[in-house]
């Protein structure tokens, strides 16, 4: 009998090698009720249509990825990073996401604070397109690896802190990846910090390969690495946080794969973690 | 006209093509004062004839790389990893080294909590041994993409906190590289409290590649990254150490290069790093 995961959400990016209407036919198949979608994704499309597809495949549109990249060495590539991320929000909009997620941004040789002032600033300009659109915006601290040129925010309390100095705003929150975070000593304490201040508002899944071969598509299915996956759910959980969990297993090896038996291998991963969440559809 | 650099020291795996003999040979020629060893070099030698090689080319042994692995999932495997420490602590002592680096471990799949505790348990065990030999012991934070399988100690902040859990003892300290921490939010304040615990035992220096495309093996010469090294250098002074600084290169493309040029490279970009120390041999 067919499976309903009612937290399990796939991003686009996991089956890379699938169109956006291959993703949308094989995810609910399997049980998947939410989608994230990469912005290559729907490039170039009517996005009246694409929102209309999404919504016939009765998937939940959980993020749009990604806005942010927000530091730069000149005025006018912030200035480009604020337009992109502006057209991100209309993007959000038009397809029905409630959520864009913000890889933040890093310039290789500027200071890792200068970069987190020029972070802040971007997201200062975009929040009131944002609030106006009613589009949450999701800072994803990245694991430190990627702070030469991906995100000069690290850690969660980074992430919360760029939320406080902006004055907790509503629409302006955090998106846990175990990937990115699972090694951090204070994770549990600052996703309790987020959780109170409400601005939990996504939560990432896949695992850390040993030995990692590649340092950006080498991330492993549940399962397959050394994350406790099940206990940061348990803390993300605690927050009262009951969103969808995104699957994002950006992999050379896994998308050289035949796509249909990945996804059988994403669901099996995922029931095996939170059994007790899976159930027959009605 | 030959430099001589008084706080320039280069780990052999720096040069890893070239044996022991070259590596004496040929550092001090360039104006290296110090030398750091990988234990694979002196692997089965006579440490007596290899620590009377090393006074005649004049070099100071700066460190003995490396100790450390304590976390291990069976007691026998800690013991087992106790008992290597211990042999790396008599080696340090033949050759004439007056510390050893260690690269604290991890178990895959083990809780970075539960390995921090057997690593503090493992420093324990053999400070005693470590004491009556003359030789420090240095924790050495490790990036946290390693903390899969090699290190859970991944910031100063967690070295200087299992130093402080073990009372502080004279002859435990920490090892700073630039590589591993450069990322760290608190590496300031952190390197500053482990300047007033007269705990900053060494300074290794390396860059951060953009891209870098190897986890192990890709690590800049100075100047080739994002790294700011003279920055972090000046904190690390700051704390009144007065060390040598060790060249730590690791990377798959320089040991295919001629090592005669790489040395040449390092001296020229040691030189723009630190001008002002680069004098004439008297």
């Known amino acids: 009998m067919p499976l309903k995961l009612n937290r399990l959400c796939i991003h686009t990016a996991t089956t890379k090698p699938w169109s956006l209407e291959q993703c949308l036919a094989e995810y609910p198949k399997q049980g998947a009720t939410g989608i994230s979608i990469w912005r290559q994704a729907i490039e170039g499309r009517d996005l009246n249509v694409a929102k209309r597809q999404v919504n016939d495949a009765g998937l939940e549109v959980?993020?749009?990825?990604r806005g942010g990249f927000f530091a730069a060495a000149s005025n006018a590539g912030r200035q480009s990073a604020i337009d992109d991320n502006l057209r991100a929000i209309d993007q959000a909009n038009a397809i029905g996401a409630t959520m864009v997620v913000l890889v933040c941004g890093a310039v290789p040789g500027q200071s890792l604070i200068e970069s987190r002032q020029q972070i802040t600033d971007g997201i200062a300009a975009i929040l009131p397109a944002a609030k106006s659109a009613g589009v949450k915006l999701a800072i994803e601290p990245l694991h430190p690896m990627y702070c030469d040129d991906r995100s000069a925010v690290n850690t969660m309390?980074?992430?919360n802190a760029i939320c406080d100095s902006l004055g907790s705003p509503d629409h302006l929150g955090i998106a846990v990846d175990t990937y990115h975070v699972w090694w951090d000593p204070e994770l549990e304490e600052q996703i309790a910090a987020a959780g109170r201040a409400k601005r939990l508002f996504a939560f990432h899944i896949c695992d850390w390969k040993t030995p990692t071969t590649d340092l950006l598509n080498d991330r492993g299915l549940m399962g397959e690495g050394c994350i406790n996956i099940q206990e940061i759910s348990d803390?993300?959980?605690?927050t009262g946080f009951t969103g969808h969990r995104e699957v994002e297993v950006f992999s050379n090896q896994w998308w050289a794969a035949d796509q249909h038996d990945f996804l059988k291998q994403i669901i099996?991963?995922?029931?095996?973690?939170?059994?007790s969440e899976a159930k027959a559809k009605p």
Not at 235 to 238: I, S, T
Not at 268 to 275: I, P, Q, T
């Open 157 to 159: 309390r980074q992430a």
């Open 62 to 65: 959980v993020s749009l990825c």
């Open 268 to 275: 099996a991963s995922y029931v095996e973690l939170f059994a």
């Open 235 to 238: 803390w993300v959980d605690a």
